[in-house]
């Protein structure tokens, strides 16, 4: 597709996207009626509706794609188009309430993220972008920030829910970028804390045991906004890598020489 093509086919998404994450933020939910995958990984009927929604008004704007779903809807074409859905990421933030979650749609041709459209439907901020074309929040371009060390940085991290193989390096790690940084935050959302760092109210990003549908989305948008995305070890494919290093571009290098001091 060129990027005239890819600018529709994002409008398209982002009414699709509009759409579905109005109708979740009107549905209510309690932990007790979530269902666990893994121990701390819930998923709710609000997460299997939207993601049902999703692939049905995917498959009409884009036929030949396959999919990349967290509940494991439809089926991924190897080294074709796929859209890659998170419908509810931040789970266990919406059964409690607490409003920071997001929908996140990307759609990758073979290992690159082409489109990502990530939105917020307690703020009404969408975050979009087409390779090419730019990244936006609403109808205004962002970009990352300009801030250009990690003293003066604002990072954000996740913390794994059922993957503890790497803990006490990773609390290590956490330790020592709380001394090196303005701060560090904790969303619970990894499709929102790469969409901050797109409009540069973070200046990084990190994080392991992530899946596809949790940064394909956020990985194009962080690109087109001027950042960078890449595996710990600076490896080239976040999407369908282990772990996941997304910063401004500017404090890249610095926080992943510090990051290898843990995760070699």
């Known amino acids: 597709m060129n990027k005239q093509e890819l600018a529709q086919l994002t409008n398209e998404v982002i009414k699709l996207s509009r759409e579905i994450g109005n109708w979740m933020k009107q549905q209510t939910t309690h932990e007790s009626t979530a269902e666990i995958k893994t121990e701390n990984n819930l998923v709710t009927f609000v997460d299997k509706e939207s993601e049902r929604r999703f692939v049905e008004g995917l498959r009409n704007l884009l036929p030949q794609a396959g999919f990349v779903a967290e509940e494991g809807t439809g089926e991924k074409i190897e080294g074709g188009l796929n859209w890659v859905i998170d419908p509810l990421d931040g789970t266990t933030n919406f059964v409690h309430g607490v409003p920071v979650w997001c929908t996140s749609i990307g759609l990758t041709d073979g290992n690159e993220p082409i489109l ?11 975050f979009s972008a087409s390779k090419g074309n730019g990244a936006f929040m609403n109808d205004s371009p962002i970009k990352v920030s300009t801030i250009a060390t990690l003293s003066s940085s604002l990072l954000a991290t996740g913390f794994p829910y059922d993957d503890f193989g790497r803990e006490e390096q990773y609390l290590r790690l956490f330790q020592s970028l709380m001394h090196r940084t303005r701060g560090m935050r904790r969303l619970g959302s990894a499709a929102l804390d790469m969409a901050w760092t797109a409009c540069g109210r973070f200046e990084g990003f990190y994080e ?16 087109e906004a001027g950042g960078k995305s890449t595996e710990f070890n600076n490896g080239s494919n976040p999407i369908y890598g282990l772990d996941l290093n997304c910063t401004n571009g500017l404090v890249h290098e610095e926080l992943r020489e510090i990051i290898e001091q843990y995760f070699s």
């Open 208 to 223: 392991y045991g992530l899946n596809p549908w949790d940064v394909a989305a956020g990985c194009i948008i962080v690109t």
């Open 116 to 126: 990502g459209v990530i939105f917020d439907p307690n703020s009404d901020e969408m």
